[in-house]
């Protein structure tokens, strides 16, 4: 048989939230210790429950649905974005314009397949979730990294999005709330990044899979709802906001001048069709989650277990010295910062490692989320308080005589 090498296409590919260092946390759980794997955001692993209305939904709505379903969704479920879309104020959504998928991550994917050609560059934030650089890659395109400022808790560097626009550059993602900052972006920002996208052309992409998890009474903006004439792609699912990764439930929604985005649609039509439909139980429960946050909300208010959890880590990480961290806005994380010359750190995947060796805590290096510098790593902080306090106790006795 000839070699069967890893496709070439794949050589600037990579996702290490789910990489070489959980690779090492298996093969350490493998001879008997238990890991505190904080790499995903994953609520039920860490006691999460999704509301009951939508369980008792799911088991009801199985047995019916055995057949394929029309391949951009099941026609309730698409309704049902289509209305949650109009109340974030995005406008002239229909069933037509929305599409399910095998959770938000599929839809990622699919865009990036449909949009670019070899060469063609996507604007993506820094930090950033890692899938969306990923599938540019995989794509052919080429991901352009704007920088993201610590100094304005992760607020984008308008500056810097600006001088990263070429003639190749073909669309500009948003990543609002933010993962791994936990970034609220403003609407003061958002208009901006509208403009710089109007006035070249370029299509948006949002990616607001957190939109329902904002604390401290701030509120979650649309930009498609503050670009009403620019082509638009918001990608959204119920995973973290119901507490159901597992179901796969997921979706995009095209708004805006689909003018000169006719043969995007069409490539995602085909995509979507190829794949003949997203999970079709799943689907069922859409039209009953999206009236129903109220358990969400119950946790992210003050005496809300992620509210507190969200207190207890960061307060702790700060009292660590060489670690510093902002306090997130919304979603499950934060990005601290290392004193990188404190600890003689050049390489933040190893920093992971030898903690992960050490302490049996699995972490993400924060250039796996495309930050250039080995200075920041991402704790996700869905753990009870009690273990998040045992967390910092193990991060701070490490980092006390810790040198690379």
Aim: proline share 6%; net charge negative; hydrophobic share 40%.
């Amino acid at each position: 048989m000839k070699p069967l090498p890893k496709a070439e296409k794949l050589a600037n590919v990579r996702y290490e939230v789910r990489g070489p260092v959980l690779d090492e946390a298996e093969k350490i759980a493998a001879a008997g210790h238990k890991i505190l794997q904080l790499n995903t955001g994953n609520p039920a692993a860490f006691g999460f429950s999704a509301p009951q209305e939508i369980l008792d939904i799911f088991a009801k709505e199985s047995a019916k649905a055995q057949a394929y379903c029309p391949s951009k969704g099941v026609l309730e479920a698409r309704r049902a974005v289509a209305a949650q879309m109009a109340k974030k104020g995005i406008n002239g959504v229909t069933e037509d314009d929305v599409y399910i998928g095998n959770g938000a991550s599929e839809m990622i994917t699919i865009c990036m397949q449909a949009l670019l050609n070899p060469g063609d560059e996507m604007l993506i934030p820094a930090p950033d979730y890692p899938l969306w650089t990923a599938a540019t890659n995989l794509a052919g395109g080429t991901a352009v990294h704007y920088m993201c400022d610590e100094q304005t808790n992760w607020s984008p560097d308008i500056a810097d999005l600006r001088s990263k626009i070429t003639p190749r550059s073909k669309a500009i993602l948003v990543i609002n709330p933010n993962n791994p900052t936990g970034a609220l972006y403003s609407k003061e920002v958002l208009l901006e990044i509208a403009q710089i996208a109007r006035e070249n052309g370029l299509a948006i992409f949002a990616d607001e899979i957190y939109d329902h998890l904002v604390m401290d009474g701030k509120e979650h903006t649309s930009i498609a709802s503050l670009a009403p004439d620019v082509f638009c792609v918001t990608v959204n699912g119920l995973s973290k906001s119901h507490v159901i990764c597992g179901y796969r439930v997921g979706w995009m929604a095209f708004s805006g001048d689909k003018t000169d985005a006719e043969g995007f649609i069409a490539g995602v039509n085909m995509l979507t069709s190829m794949r003949l439909c997203a999970n079709v139980p799943a689907q069922k429960i859409i039209p009953a989650a999206l009236n129903n946050f109220s358990e969400t909300d119950a946790m992210i208010q003050p005496g809300g277990r992620v509210y507190e959890q969200r207190r207890t880590i960061v307060e702790a990480i700060n009292s660590i010295p060489g670690l510093k961290t902002t306090m997130p806005d919304a979603a499950f994380y934060i990005f601290p910062r290392i004193d990188i010359k404190r600890f003689n750190i050049s390489d933040d995947k190893q920093f992971v490692i030898d903690f992960l060796k050490a302490k049996h805590v699995l972490l993400v290096n924060g250039r796996g989320f495309n930050w250039p510098e080995p200075d920041h790593f991402r704790i996700v902080y869905l753990p009870p308080a009690h273990e998040l306090a045992t967390l910092s106790d193990k991060l701070g006795s490490f980092m006390a005589d810790y040198r690379q």
